[in-house]
């Protein structure tokens, strides 16, 4: 993936030169669309009657391309960011490569702790729910958003808070 975003922003100041890019902006364009998307692979691979071990393994290679990519969307669109107020440099190297590893630290770990935990919220406050099923899906849904909004407008407003 990291390669792959790599190759795509090369590319772009090769060949599409006249848009007049950064390195930093082929790098975001690359880290959209480099991510690879298996629903195709995974459809042809059932049809054929190929071993489920095989399409769980694509599905999984595909999740953790998508997480890689929202990784480096997140940190390279600071990067352009910084760059179009004009801070991009001001801050020396190491203290930018440590806010990256943080920020990183964050997303791969952060993320996933905080989807467990509301999982395991989500799964008590359904345990009292018996044979009702409007109520279980409905419950389903709003934890769904709840969790989404929680840690992206909550959690990822402290982020700016230091």
Known sequence: MIFCTFFVSVTCLFFFSKYDWTFQQGNLFGSIISATDPVAVVAILRELGASEILSVSIEGESLLNDGVAILLYEIFVEFVEDAAVGHHGSIP???????????ACRI????????????????????????????EISATIVAAYLTYYLGENVLGELNYLQ
């Open 108 to 135: 791969a770990i952060g993320g996933p702790a905080f989807g467990w935990a509301m999982a395991k919220i989500t799964i008590f406050l359904l345990s009292y729910v018996y044979n009702d099923a409007p109520v």
């Open 93 to 103: 190297w190491y203290k930018e490569m440590g806010a990256i590893s943080w920020k």
